[in-house]
T-cell receptor, first 111, second 114 residues
Framework: DAKTTQPPSMDCAEGRAANLPCNHSTISGNEYVYWYRQIHSQGPQYIIHGLKNNETNEMASLIITEDRKSSTLILPHATLRDTAVYYCIVRVETSYGKLTFGQGTILTVHP | ETGVTQTPRHLVMGMTNKKSLKCEQHLGHNAMYWYKQSAKKPLELMFVYSLEERVENNSVPSRFSPECPNSSHLFLHLHTLQPEDSALYLC?????????????FGNGTRLTVT
C-alpha cells in the first residue's frame, strides 16, 4: 500500500472549516484514499473514502487532486467533538479490508 | 454505538495469568480483525479472520492466540504476557467481497500487564 504523509498536528477554531491535508505521491491507480479518526479512548471511526472523484457525506468532504497525489479532508463546521487524531490511509481493494495506519494528524478544535 | 462490542474495557493481568478478550459484532459482517495500539505507535494489525478462517497472522508471538468460533464473535486468548504487551487492543469487522467496505472498530480493551 502507498505511504501517506500528514502534518503531525493542526488547530482549528470552533465553527470554522477544518482542512486536513494528506500527501500520497506514490499512490497507484487502483488504490483508494480512506480517512478515519480516533477520538481519545475510542476505536477509530470511518469518515469517508474515494478513488478519484470528490466525495461528500454527512460527516465530511474529500477532495482528491486530479493527479491523485494528494487529498484534503474537509470538516465544514468543526466542533469541539471533532478534536481527534485523523488518519489518511491508502489501500488497494482486496478481498478483505486490511488497513495500514500511520501516525495521523492531531486536530485540536478551540472554542 | 459502533456495532462492534469489546469486553472487558479494561484488564489488568499478571505475567503468569491467562485471560481472554472478547469481541462481538452486530453488523452482519464476515471478516474480523485484531489490532494492537501501543503508546505513541501506529495501530498494528495482528490477525485477520475471513469467513471464520484465519487469513493473516502478522508475526504475532504465540502468547497471543486468536479464536473465531463464528462470524459474529472473535476472541484473543492471552497467556504469559510481558509488560511490553500493555496496549489498547482493538477489534474491527468488515464485509468481505463487498468493494469499499470500511472497517468498523470497537472501542478496545485497555490491557495492563504487571
Amino acid at each position: 500500500d502507498a505511504k501517506t504523509t500528514q502534518p503531525p498536528s493542526m488547530d482549528c477554531a470552533e465553527g470554522r472549516a477544518a482542512n486536513l491535508p494528506c500527501n500520497h505521491s506514490t499512490i497507484s491507480g487502483n488504490e483508494y484514499v480512506y480517512w478515519y479518526r480516533q477520538i481519545h479512548s475510542q476505536g477509530p471511526q470511518y469518515i469517508i473514502h474515494g478513488l478519484k472523484n470528490n466525495e461528500t457525506n454527512e460527516m465530511a468532504s474529500l477532495i482528491i487532486t486530479e493527479d491523485r497525489k494528494s487529498s484534503t479532508l474537509i470538516l465544514p463546521h468543526a466542533t469541539l467533538r471533532d478534536t481527534a487524531v485523523y488518519y489518511c490511509i491508502v489501500r488497494v481493494e482486496t478481498s478483505y479490508g486490511k488497513l495500514t495506519f500511520g501516525q495521523g494528524t492531531i486536530l485540536t478544535v478551540h472554542p | 454505538e459502533t456495532g462492534v462490542t469489546q469486553t472487558p474495557r479494561h484488564l489488568v493481568m499478571g505475567m503468569t495469568n491467562k485471560k481472554s478478550l472478547k469481541c462481538e459484532q452486530h453488523l452482519g459482517h464476515n471478516a474480523m480483525y485484531w489490532y494492537k495500539q501501543s503508546a505513541k505507535k501506529p495501530l498494528e494489525l495482528m490477525f485477520v479472520y475471513s469467513l471464520e478462517e484465519r487469513v493473516e497472522n502478522n508475526s504475532v508471538p504465540s502468547r497471543f492466540s486468536p479464536e473465531c468460533p463464528n462470524s459474529s464473535h472473535l476472541f484473543l486468548h492471552l497467556h504469559t504476557l510481558q509488560p511490553e504487551d500493555s496496549a489498547l487492543y482493538l477489534c474491527a469487522s468488515s464485509q468481505e467481497w463487498e468493494m469499499n467496505s470500511p472497517l468498523h472498530f470497537g472501542n478496545g480493551t485497555r490491557l495492563t500487564v504487571t
